[in-house]
């Protein structure tokens, strides 16, 4: 018996029994006909049912109030606990969105993702300062055909002028002469997306980003005239000072850390299934 027991193999089924014994005893299971019909208001459930009364507004000194409380509750357990048993959780949609919504609310709370510092913050600024930019400046001129004459022959005199106006030296002020009298200027500077759209529109405001630089083209509709533009200089807009939108940074930080949260944690949970789906699916048809 004293040989027997000096058995590593002994030893190692020994410490795995006591191993499961503790645990039982730390973890019992929730699921034994002993416990699954009971339903007990812990201290802690008594204590998070008051704050959230209190929360309320409510007043809980009344001793009827905290009787009806607890009924309240104990009815909610109960009717909670039979329906999965009946498997009503099965099939639900809203459910379903609900559990993974809490799952993603796991994975951020195990990544910490709100423990930021001041380096952080400004790393992040940093690396994504494109999106902390004021909008571009634009300086852009403008030649206006209008006119009485059907829409083919006010293009082609547009075309005309354009092919005029790339013939010139662009320090040559002869543009200037070109196209027809309106209320528009001839020279815009240093304009935003912004004061675009309410200068000559959202058209232009749109076509003058992607407009070429040092080059007359288009024509573009405006309104019943066409325009004929030369976008003279473009420039980033600055970037905003960290002070000054440091609350919107810290979000958009939050709001990183969360997606990268929940996605190295599906990463991880991917490991511990096998997914199947039709090799070539289609869309179902309504017969």
Do not use: C
């Given at each position: ?26 973890h019992p299971s929730q699921a034994t ?255």
């Open positions: 018996m004293t040989k027997l027991l000096r058995e590593p193999l002994i030893h190692f089924l020994l410490a795995g029994a006591v191993l499961y014994w503790l645990n039982h005893l730390i006909p002993e416990t699954a019909t009971v339903i007990e208001i812990s201290d802690t459930t008594y204590r998070q049912l008051l704050k959230q009364w209190r929360k309320a507004g409510r007043a809980v000194e009344d001793p009827t109030t905290l009787k009806r409380l607890m009924d309240d509750y104990l009815r909610e357990e109960t009717l909670y606990r039979e329906a999965l048993r009946l498997g009503l959780d099965q099939g639900d949609l809203v459910i379903r969105r609900r559990l993974v919504q809490k799952m993603d609310y796991l994975a951020e709370n195990l990544a910490d993702i709100n423990r930021l510092t001041d380096k952080d913050i400004e790393q992040y600024y940093q690396q994504h300062a494109d999106q902390y930019r004021n909008p571009p400046r634009y300086t852009f001129q403008l030649v206006v055909i209008r006119g009485a004459e059907s829409p083919d022959e006010k293009r082609q005199r547009a075309l005309t002028a354009l092919e005029r106006l790339n013939q010139l030296d662009p320090a040559d002020p002869g543009w200037k002469g070109l196209g027809d009298p309106s209320g528009l200027a001839r020279e815009y500077q240093v304009q935003t997306p912004r004061t675009i759209r309410k200068l000559l529109g959202p058209e232009l405001a749109a076509t003058i980003p992607q407009a070429p630089l040092q080059q007359w083209s288009g024509p573009y509709t405006s309104g019943s005239s066409l325009l004929l533009i030369r976008k003279t200089m473009e420039q980033p807009g600055p970037l905003s000072p960290l002070e000054s939108i440091y609350n919107r940074v810290v979000m958009d930080l939050l709001n990183s850390r969360k997606q990268e949260a929940r996605a190295t944690f599906y990463r991880k949970l991917k490991q511990k299934y096998q997914y199947v789906w039709p090799e070539h699916p289609k869309p179902e048809i309504d017969s």
